[in-house]
């Protein structure tokens, strides 16, 4: 029997310790890479299942798509909580660029990685841009007068486009009125919006939500109206027990602070300074306040004790709409900091990095464009779309005067190809910032250039500031979010965000009835039949659930029936 033998190995197969560890390494860096396809791999399937069609069926303009996201990643995907939520709607408002994309886009970064986001927001803003190019090219070939029938149809867009915002800027409302300072600031914002319009001021005015809301919620008045109070009764008290008794011993008096609650001495002001530090758990510092009586100073509730101070509990739908109590006096508390966290951490020296490095391109075009003259209309569009991108905040209501301003004023786009973009971009679905390739594409057009050249570069100069801005910002944004004063900025900049919704419906009623006669449109309340078109579009889609898309269309109907009915007056 022949016993068998090992064969020895060749002399390939013989390694030296260093060949053996880049072997492993080798490995190592294979299986790490594997596991990371296979990530991004789920994460791209996940994107596309559910997003892939958002760019083609979200439609009624921002305010619409806010509660769309909501409903979508909230409550049935449940990517992210409602106070998540609700913070990113805020941070979206306050920066630059289109409110809705980069709603989204941040939304699906938390969720998933950068390139899973970019791939969202081609699935978001593509169908949309592509649809607003065809009709540049359509417009393009039209004569100066568009017959009766389309002013009518676009008429009754418009309206039926009114009653769908309605409904979106009720329903957002709701979710955001948690106390009477929120109802205060949706309130003031959207008054402050119908009576002046400039290009700072919409910013501004959010600004001062977030500032009024941090005020409020850590209680800096309240501290302050506490302390000057019980000075003016310690005075008062003092004064009459002199006038009514001889003087007494009261050393123990001498500090003013011995009437003070425990929370305002000046041996706890730590607690207002802690308002600046992480929140931990339970009550902020700043929050902790106790509850008197009528007869005495002293607090009847541990300051300390948060399950026993009373908390204001926002209504629901079922409940009643969303309201306030009006008994309620009491300050808002402010939001609980979730558990949302990033999938993908992203260091924050690189999202600093993007945000310089985006002002620094943004000084350079600007310089650019006022010193050297007889540029190509490539670089003048570009830079127009550019600037506009980056200084405009509050998404689809501020765009519109904007680019009438960089695209209208310079002559490239009559007054007349504005309008028909500007009533007809309500009926497409996506951004409302895809106006811009209309635009760039008839530019280019009027020029005889490639309109599908224009339509690039307006694509990228106007989402490109607001991309970049937003990326930027969410490397740090997780760490700024812990702090009880970002918290109550965040929650009055939406708040203030919220109530320039309504100026939009306004914005839009107000100059959305086209004629032959009035290309620059005039208010729908002039004829009270889109009044029942607005009307009709709220009904069906608050009381009978019917989507935007539908009732738009509808609407678009209702406008040919008035034509039909009144065409021979009008035209």
Not at 56 to 71: A, E, H, K, L, Y
Request: hydrophobic share 50%.
């Amino acid at each position: 029997m022949q016993l068998m033998t090992r064969p020895s190995l060749p002399a390939y197969a013989t390694y030296d310790e260093t060949t053996l560890l880049n072997i492993s390494a080798a490995n190592m860096l294979g299986n790490i890479f594997r596991l990371f396809q296979r990530g991004l791999q789920k994460q791209f399937i996940e994107v596309t299942k559910y997003q892939w069609h958002m760019g083609i069926t979200s439609f009624g303009g921002p305010v619409v798509q806010f509660q769309n996201f909501n409903r979508l990643f909230v409550e049935q995907y449940q990517w992210l909580s409602d106070s998540t939520y609700q913070e990113l709607f805020a941070v979206a408002q306050a920066l630059p660029g289109s409110a809705s994309t980069k709603l989204l886009f941040i939304i699906t970064l938390l969720h998933t990685s950068l390139l899973p986001a970019l791939v969202s927001f081609l699935y978001w803003a593509l169908p949309g841009a592509i649809g607003m190019f065809v009709l540049a090219l359509g417009v393009g070939q039209i004569g100066n007068n568009l017959p009766v029938p389309v002013y009518a149809l676009l008429s009754g867009l418009n309206a039926a486009t009114v009653g769908v915002i309605f409904i979106a800027a009720i329903q957002l409302s709701n979710k955001a009125i948690t106390d009477k300072l929120s109802l205060a600031l949706i309130f003031l914002g959207g008054a402050a919006g119908v009576v002046y319009t400039a290009l700072w001021y919409f910013p501004v005015l959010m600004v001062l939500g977030g500032i009024t809301a941090v005020i409020y919620d850590l209680r800096f008045i309240q501290r302050w109206w506490a302390r000057g109070k019980q000075n003016f009764k310690f005075t008062l008290r003092r004064r009459r027990e002199s006038e009514e008794e001889p003087p007494i011993q009261m050393s123990n008096l001498e500090d003013d602070s011995i009437w003070l609650p425990e929370v305002y001495r000046e041996d706890t002001a730590a607690d207002v300074s802690g308002a600046w530090a992480p929140v931990k758990s339970g009550v902020p510092a700043a929050r902790r306040i106790p509850v008197r009586t009528s007869t005495s100073t002293r607090p009847i509730l541990d300051a300390s004790d948060t399950e026993s101070l009373p908390v204001a509990e926002p209504q629901s739908d079922e409940d009643g709409g969303g309201g306030v109590d009006a008994s309620d006096i009491r300050a808002a508390p402010v939001s609980a900091v979730v558990d949302d966290n990033p999938k993908q951490e992203y260091p924050v020296w690189l999202g600093v990095g993007i945000v310089i490095g985006f002002f620094f391109s943004f000084i350079i075009v600007i310089v650019i464009r006022a010193l050297i003259k007889g540029l190509p209309v490539t670089f003048l569009l570009f830079s127009n779309l550019y600037l506009a991108g980056t200084i405009i905040f509050g998404g689809g209501p501020v765009v519109i005067p904007l680019l009438r301003e960089y695209i209208v004023s310079e002559g490239w786009v009559s007054s007349r190809d504005f309008t028909i973009g500007l009533a007809l971009i309500q009926a497409f679905p996506g951004p409302n910032f895809n106006f811009a390739i209309y635009l760039g594409a008839l530019t280019y057009h009027n020029y005889g250039a490639s309109s599908i050249l224009g339509a690039i570069v307006s694509f990228i100069a106007i989402y490109t500031p607001g991309m970049l801005v937003a990326g930027g910002m969410f490397t740090f944004w997780n760490k700024l979010r812990r702090y009880a004063v970002v918290i109550s900025l965040l929650r009055g900049i939406n708040s203030a965000a919220i109530g320039l919704v309504w100026t939009a419906i306004y914005r839009i009623w107000e100059s959305g009835f086209l004629s032959d006669k009035w290309s620059d449109g005039i208010s729908l309340g002039e004829d009270p039949w889109w009044i029942v078109v607005a009307s009709t579009a709220f009904v069906t889609g608050r009381g009978w659930g019917f989507p935007a898309p539908v009732s738009i269309f509808v609407g678009g109907l209702m406008g040919i029936i008035w034509w039909a009915v009144t065409g021979a007056r009008i035209s």
